[in-house]
């Protein structure tokens, strides 16, 4: 059960040189890159830094018994145990499908890996400093502890997720009580 | 605390390599006499050795390897011709430099028996320039001695001696120059740390010199380090050639005084020892060159992962094959002929991994005897502590992780188990009260048990200590094994009310804690005042286990065989149901706790009827429970994978594993699901 990295991974546009807005002196010395991915109807964005590799969704995940819902099991990534967090579920979206599209993002923090599933992965962006937006209280539906920010992306709202957060061990010993 | 117990191990490692080199390189001297590369590399292997030797304070392998390097210069210079008669020379010379460094790097014994050899081979080696004294230079009578004296010196210093800028070792170093020197450190003078001042000199020496100069020449040398409270004596030990045994073995014997923590007058040594002189001393035996080679553990570890990779694949090996005979049967065979081949090449490659990484359980049974010693002088108890089976070997992680619990049970033993000397005569038991520590082998996994003759745990008292705490419900009347289970609670005995129950539990949980977290298991068995025993159930090895794989429902799991007691399908008529105890089954008189682990994991869909699916029975502490199962899949080594790291902590799984198909499968925590 080997993962090849996703197919769409190729068509990135990294660089859009279309875009004559685009600030090539960014890409390395300002800023920060951001991999955006749709999840629902929105647009999230992720720090690149974060982002270890993107593979497709597997053919088996192994449940974890007595686990919340959104904890979809453990997968087998080239020897390492991981286990995977199914976002929509994690930010209780009501319909949504897994369908080719669907990838699971292996995020990385510190030394703890965990892949996560959203509904498609979009772009690499750079986004300046002063893009960025404080992100109102109840800008979104998610909990704003775990909103880093918000940033306009040609007209587009794009919500920086704060990963070490929606990951942070009192949480998810929270969620375990819940269950 | 003498300079030759000192040397750095790297350097016993150079040692040995260059020595075997020196040896390689002779014999090539002997095929070809001329070859200037073969001592160009002996000089420089000699030359080597001779540094390193003299940087680690080894200074009769230094004196030695320079006279011998000096050889090696005239063969160089081309002043002196390479014969086989030199090459078998310098070989010996080689053997016994071997023999300089043996005593060190073997068992410990004191350098200084072998010094009088190494005079004689110096002797030898000395005499090799000129090619016509060559002859006589086998036997050692023959060449000439000059008459050298032995003296010995004690130098206390000023304690403001480095304040002065004075610096001991200049001294050192020209009493060197003098004769061959052994020098000894007394620490017996430093402060305790309170008192310490690191700009005081609190060490002194004894030195003893064997040297051709006049006493008189060393006092010139001493009189520049003379300060105002100084006292440095010098004492010529008259001993003619013959009884510079005498001297040595005095030497030696101070040493191992010195080392045992007293200082001694060397001379009333001398005379001491005289009386006890057992004939001549014998050649000193050559050891062979270690076979050994130091590797950190770091590289195992990856060798280990590797391993068990390969463990992983095999398993992938094995399920292909049932593809591959469904497709062509005699391919098929073929394959699985390979496939069991290299199946018993893995396990073998597996278990030698394994070995490497074993060390004897007795490495941490040793600190314990002085733990129990000084434990005993300050409580005024008396305690016998006996080892057994101090050879068996575990796991260097495992070893490492079991030694603080190990301690802990120890000086429960000591603190609350054992009674006091007047207590246990008036109850007619030996005063001395034995503790026993020991170790073995059982099928895949190791034991070890920590056993003391004292006043065991009395189930009362926890019982009654159990209600009080509220841990125990009033109506709910435990079995004695559950009670004694108690101890492990957590928090149990740190109330004060507790301390008057014989105490033990301080910490058990922890200790409890610690053994499953290695996938192993804690059993007490007690005789109230005869004595209590915690017996440790601990697997080989962290990275692979052995284990059941089972299936509840659709899922499979693993179960760490060394937990396993049994299995069976039971009758119907063996299921009893109690009130309060919930379900039971009865296997031959023992009604052991039914457990389905469907309901524990949430599974759906499982068989509910114990006699439709299967019963394992599992070893938890002292109790057995039966878990009820679908199925057993199969039975096979696992290759553990932590999963702490990532993010989730999942209660009642120790760890996953990996299956030949690649899926995940969770390793059971048979602990947490029964707690």
């Known amino acids: 059960m080997d993962f090849q990295p996703h197919h769409m991974l190729g068509n990135f546009n990294l660089l859009d040189d279309e875009d004559e807005n685009f600030d090539y002196q960014l ?8 991999l955006t991915f749709r999840l629902g109807k929105e647009t999230y964005g992720l720090d690149i830094l974060q982002v270890r590799e993107l593979i497709s969704y597997p053919d088996s995940i192994t449940r974890v018994p007595r686990m919340p819902s959104f904890l979809l099991g453990m997968i087998n990534l080239r020897g390492m145990v991981l286990p995977i967090m199914d976002l929509r579920k994690r930010f209780e979206m009501s319909d949504f499908e897994t369908g080719p599209f669907t990838v699971i993002i292996i995020v990385q923090i510190k030394s703890k890996v965990i892949g996560v599933v959203v509904d498609s992965v979009v772009d690499v962006v750079n986004l300046q400093n002063d893009n960025l937006l404080e992100a109102p209280d109840e800008s979104t539906d998610l909990d704003a502890k775990f909103v880093k920010g918000l940033a306009n992306l040609r007209g587009e709202m794009v919500i920086l997720l704060d990963l070490e957060q929606l990951l942070a061990p009192e949480e998810l010993e929270q969620l375990n009580m819940l269950r | 605390m003498n300079f030759e117990a000192l040397p750095a191990d790297e350097f016993l490692e150079e040692a040995q390599e260059l020595l075997q080199e020196i040896e390689e390189s002779l014999l090539l001297l002997e095929e070809d006499p001329v070859d200037q590369n073969v001592i160009q590399r002996l000089f420089r292997s000699a030359h080597t050795l001779k540094g390193g030797a003299a940087m680690v304070g080894l200074s009769d392998l230094a004196n030695y390897a320079h006279e011998f390097e000096a050889i090696l210069s005239q063969l160089r210079s081309g002043t002196l011709t390479s014969t086989p008669e030199i090459v078998s020379v310098l070989l010996k010379g080689k053997d016994n430099l071997s023999a300089l460094l043996n005593p060190i790097v073997g068992n410990s014994t004191s350098s200084s028996t072998h010094s009088t050899n190494e005079n004689q081979s110096t002797d030898q080696l000395t005499d090799i320039p000129s090619q016509q004294e060559f002859q006589k230079s086998d036997s050692k009578q023959d060449s000439p001695r000059i008459q050298k004296d032995v003296y010995l010196l004690h130098l206390h210093f000023d304690q403001n001696f480095l304040e002065q800028g004075q610096e001991p070792l200049l001294l050192f170093r020209q009493l060197e120059e003098f004769g061959e020197t052994t020098v000894i450190v007394h620490t017996s003078l430093i402060p305790p740390w309170t008192e310490f001042d690191p700009q005081k000199l609190y060490l002194w020496w004894s030195i003893k010199l064997v040297t051709e100069k006049e006493a008189e020449e060393i006092d010139e040398l001493l009189e520049f380090y003379r300060g105002k409270e100084s006292e440095l004596l010098i004492e010529k030990v008259e001993t003619p050639a013959e009884e510079e045994k005498e001297v040595q073995e005095a030497h030696q014997n101070m040493l191992q005084q010195i080392s045992a923590g007293e200082s001694v007058d060397p001379l009333t040594f001398a005379e001491s020892t005289k009386t006890e002189d057992e004939g001549p001393q014998e050649a000193v035996e050559i050891p062979k060159v270690s076979q050994t080679i130091r590797v950190p553990v770091s590289r195992l570890d990856r060798l280990q992962n590797l391993v068990s990779e390969t463990v992983i694949r095999q398993a992938r090996l094995l399920s292909l094959n049932e593809a591959i005979q469904a497709t062509d049967d005699q391919l098929g065979e073929q394959f699985l002929q390979f496939v069991e081949d290299n199946e018993q090449a893995v396990r073998e490659l597996q278990d030698q991994i394994q070995q490497v990484r074993m060390v004897p359980v ?65 109850i007619g038991k030996n005063p001395i009260g034995t503790i026993t520590l020991q170790a073995s082998h059982q099928a895949g996994f190791v034991v070890v048990e920590v056993k003391d003759d ?17 841990i125990v419900a009033e109506d709910h009347h435990p079995s004695e094994q559950e009670v004694l289970q108690l101890i492990f609670q957590p928090g149990f005995t740190t109330t004060r009310e507790v301390t008057d129950v014989s105490g033990r539990g301080v910490g058990m949980d922890a200790v409890k804690k610690d053994i499953e977290a290695l996938l192993g298991n804690i059993e007490i068995s007690s005789q109230l005042g005869h004595g209590t025993t915690m017996k440790l159930k601990l697997p080989l090895s962290l990275a692979i286990i052995e284990g059941m794989l089972v299936r509840v429902g659709i899922e499979t799991f693993v179960l760490p065989l060394l937990l396993v007691t049994e299995t069976l399908r039971p009758l119907p008529k063996q299921l009893k149901r109690f009130k309060n105890r919930g379900e039971l089954i009865d296997i031959r008189g023992q009604y052991l706790p039914l457990v389905r682990l469907h309901q524990h994991l949430n599974i759906e869909n499982a068989i509910e009827q114990p006699e439709e699916g299967l019963i394992i029975v599992v070893q938890q502490g002292s109790q057995n429970y039966c878990l009820l199962v679908d199925n057993i899949e199969d039975q096979l080594p696992v290759v553990i994978k932590s999963l702490e790291e990532h993010f989730v902590h999942i209660p009642g799984i120790a760890g996953a594993t990996i299956l030949g198909d690649g899926s995940v499968c969770f390793i059971l925590d048979v602990a947490a699901i029964l707690n």
């Open chain 1, 27 to 34: 890409l390395h010395h300002n800023g920060e890159q951001w």
């Open chain 2, 362 to 426: 007795g490495t941490i049974f040793s600190p314990m005897k002085r733990v129990v010693r000084e434990f005993a002088t300050r409580h005024q108890k008396q305690i016998k502590l006996e080892i057994y089976g101090a050879e068996t070997e575990l796991d260097k992680t495992i070893t490492e992780q079991i030694q603080g619990p190990l301690m802990h049970l120890l000086r429960n033993a000591m603190d609350h188990g054992l009674e006091a000397p007047e207590q246990r005569r008036e």
């Open chain 2, 454 to 470: 004292g006043r065991g745990l009395d189930p009362d008292k926890i019982l009654a200590a159990g209600r009080r705490l509220g």
